[in-house]
């Protein structure tokens, strides 16, 4: 089994910030794409940011030159640093990761519980 944990969520000001974290546990072998989603209230779910293995990254055009999101590949873990929010920005985040539990599984995908952001005008 696999677990996803998130942390950080909470209240701040426009213009303020806040760092999500994102911890996997369990029977993990490797995990590919990690990423985090957000869905504010009405909206759908949609993605904000996600990072490669290696790296690569990719963003919503709502978050480019704000957010920054970043992993720990040995941890297992995904961070979102976000900066300049906006009461736009209020959501819950959920991370989400494909993971391989064993070298001949397929990779699946997993959801934390979210954490909820919300940014004050």
């Known amino acids: 089994q696999v677990h996803l944990v998130e942390s950080g969520g909470g209240l701040v000001q426009a213009g303020g910030s806040l760092t999500l974290s994102c911890a996997a546990s369990g029977s993990i072998f490797t995990s590919s794409i990690m990423g985090w989603y957000r869905q504010g209230r009405g909206n759908k779910r949609e993605l904000v940011a996600s990072i490669t293995t290696e790296g690569s990254t990719n963003y919503a055009d709502s978050v480019k030159g704000r957010f920054t999101i970043s992993r720990d590949n040995a941890k297992n873990t995904v961070d979102l640093q976000m900066n300049s929010l906006k009461p736009e920005d209020t959501a819950v985040y959920y991370c989400?990761?494909?993971?391989?539990?064993?070298?001949?599984?397929?990779?699946?995908?997993?959801w934390g519980q979210g954490t909820q952001v919300t940014v004050s005008s």
């Open positions: 989400n990761a494909n993971i391989k539990q064993t070298v001949l599984s397929i990779g699946m995908n997993y």
